[in-house]
């Protein structure tokens, strides 16, 4: 079982910047590819960046390369996701991932930015 909590969301203006926060918890959280995923009303959910916990490499969506960047602090088992230059079809729930599978999901931070 792992257990992920989101946080960080907000609101904020076109061109700023936010950092979302996850907290993992569980067994063997090396053995899962931790992500970010992303929902906008009235769409699916999207993957947006994603790494796996014990090793190297990072993937991002095309729509977030150059602007998102997800990071990791394994002493506490925290990920986040630096989100700069922010547009707003950006805004969105944005969802934390653990997927081994089985798939784990946090209950999502809601994020709007205005133009």
């Known amino acids: 079982q792992v257990q992920l909590v989101e946080s960080g969301g907000g609101k904020v203006q076109a061109g700023g910047s936010l950092r979302l926060s996850c907290a993992a918890s569980g067994s063997n959280l090396n053995y899962y590819i931790m992500g970010w995923y992303r929902q906008a009303p009235g769409r699916e959910r999207e993957f947006v960046a994603a790494?796996?916990?014990?090793?190297?490499?990072?993937h991002y969506a095309d729509s977030v390369m150059g602007r998102f960047t997800i990071s990791r602090d394994d002493a506490h088992n925290m990920v986040y996701l630096q989100m700069n230059s922010l547009k707003p079809e950006d805004t969105a729930v944005y969802f934390c991932n653990a997927h081994g599978p089985p798939s784990y999901w946090g209950q999502g931070t809601q994020v709007t930015v205005s133009s």
């Open positions: 790494y796996r916990w014990s090793g190297t490499g990072t």
